[in-house]
T-cell receptor
Framework: AQSVTQLDSQVPVFEEAPVELRCNYSSSVSVYLFWYVQYPNQGLQLLLKYLSGSTLVKGINGFEAEFNKSQTSFHLRKPSVHISDTAEYFCAVSDLVGNYQLIWGAGTKLIIKP | EAQVTQNPRYLITVTGKKLTVTCSQNMNHEYMSWYRQDPGLGLRQIYYSMNVEVTDKGDVPEGYKVSRKEKRNFPLILESPSPNQTSLYFC????????????FGPGTRLTVT
């Protein structure tokens, strides 16, 4: 069965510093990979996704993620964070076939320190 | 504006009192889904629907019902709520079943006492 592990429940970082949010998954088959962001008191919205092709995926708001098949990871990065990036970030995977159900990680809260 | 709406946004109720959380989308999406979000557990799918009159169970369907009589609406029904259903609920929609972007509603925070 698939599972998703977000290794950090909270990541504090100073404004304008770089950040990496880690995501590892386990699956016996190839997968699609997603990062969603949840701003305070809002629903989730898609940041970026990996379906195929280049392993470096660029998303909205300056975020990018790199798919590493050998390490089964899909870490999210941003070179310089802003206070507006304060949010909870969720990694999710789905099968390439079947019902494409998303399996979600537990989330990582990004805390920006001024 | 393309959006998914949910009502109510906040609800406090008592054990056993039937309630319905409504969900509506204006994007003509075929696929709709309900999730619950609990601290440390991420999102777990309750039910999903691939089209009108087509629904199926997700990972945590016990204690919930859904219906899809119209394409735009996908209400979540708790016929006899219990305290372990206290959670944050999200409705989502996408163009179809597949690796498509899901559009989320703003969430409904339910407390069952």
């Amino acid at each position: 069965a698939q599972s998703v592990t977000q290794l950090d429940s909270q990541v504090p970082v100073f404004e304008e510093a770089p950040v990496e949010l880690r995501c590892n998954y386990s699956s016996s088959v190839s997968v699609y990979l997603f990062w969603y962001v949840q701003y305070p008191n809002q629903g989730l919205q898609l940041l970026l996704k990996y379906l195929s092709g280049s392993t470096l995926v660029k998303g909205i708001n300056g975020f990018e993620a790199e798919f590493n098949k050998s390490q089964t990871s899909f870490h999210l990065r941003k070179p310089s964070v802003h206070i507006s990036d304060t949010a909870e970030y969720f990694c999710a995977v789905s099968d390439l076939v079947g019902n494409y159900q998303l399996i979600w990680g537990a989330g990582t809260k990004l805390i920006i320190k001024p | 504006e393309a959006q998914v709406t949910q009502n109510p946004r906040y609800l406090i109720t008592v054990t056993g009192k039937k309630l319905t959380v409504t969900c509506s989308q204006n994007m003509n999406h075929e696929y709709m889904s309900w999730y619950r979000q609990d601290p440390g557990l991420g999102l777990r799918q309750i039910y999903y629907s691939m089209n009108v009159e087509v629904t199926d169970k997700g990972d945590v369907p016990e204690g919930y019902k859904v219906s899809r009589k119209e394409k735009r609406n996908f209400p979540l029904i708790l016929e006899s709520p219990s305290p372990n259903q206290t959670s944050l609920y999200f409705c989502a929609s996408s163009v179809g079943q597949g690796p498509y972007e899901q559009y989320f509603g703003p969430g409904t925070r339910l407390t069952v006492t």
